[in-house]
């Protein structure tokens, strides 16, 4: 569906921001969609068989704040600001002024910190794709470059790709650590299909990576 057939995308936020909110308190204090299969609570997109992936690297201590997103497959290069929480607590994305930026949970993890850092991004606007458009097109495997504010760069590798569909969304699954001894981090967007009646997308693209390098 193109987008200038549909409303503004802004409410597809809702059960994301829902899902930080709950994630957040629990745990301490195109045009058009992307399509992807959304069998089950949680489908994947892609696990080709046979992809060896490196060994993690231990996390860092002193990890500073993301700059920088980089998925060189996907031709993704956009800058980060960090978000916090609205006067609702839900998680604040980028604005659509900015739909080629990316929005980091400043509350949360930062990138190369042990634990899971949150990169959120709009899948496409009114008129036009986003920063987040192609990413469920990530295949584990493939490489996530943060660029942080101390100069350095946090090299990233894609373990899973999935679509949760909005009414089996559980934030200790798609937010919580798959392994608690690494650093980790996740990508996220609208998917599914945009479902006009209700003003927003049947599901979220989730891309999990871990920390394997740092230049």
């Known amino acids: 569906m193109a987008a200038s ?6 409410v597809a936020w809702a059960v994301l921001l829902l899902g930080l909110w709950l994630w957040g ?54 800058p980060v600001v960090p ?4 006067a609702t607590g839900a998680v604040d994305p980028p604005p659509y002024s900015l739909p080629q930026t990316v929005g980091w949970y ?8 042990a634990g ?8 496409d606007t009114e008129t036009r794709p986003a ?26 590798t894609v373990d899973d790709v999935s679509v949760v569909p909005r009414d089996a969304f559980d934030p200790g699954k798609v937010y919580g650590p798959h392994d608690p001894t690494r650093s980790e981090l996740r990508l996220i967007t609208c998917g ?6 209700a003003g927003l997308y049947t599901a979220n693209v989730v891309v999990s990576a871990y920390l394997t390098a740092t230049t």
Request: glycine share 16%.
């Open 25 to 78: 308190h629990d745990t301490a204090r195109g045009p058009g969609g992307s399509s992807a299969p959304t069998h089950g609570d949680i489908a994947a997109v892609g696990r080709p068989l046979g992809v060896d992936l490196p060994p993690s690297r231990p996390p860092i201590p002193d990890s500073a704040p993301p700059r920088r997103v980089e998925i060189p497959a996907l031709g993704i290069d956009a």
């Open 131 to 156: 920063v987040f458009y192609g990413l469920s097109a990530t295949r584990p495997g493939e490489t996530v470059r943060v660029t942080r504010t101390d100069g350095s760069v946090a090299v990233f």
């Open 5 to 10: 057939s549909r409303p503004v995308t802004g």
């Open 83 to 86: 978000r916090g929480l609205d």
């Open 192 to 197: 599914g299909t945009f479902d006009p009646k």
């Open 106 to 113: 400043g509350l949360g993890t930062a990138p190369g910190a």
């Open 116 to 123: 899971p850092a949150l990169l959120v991004g709009h899948v």
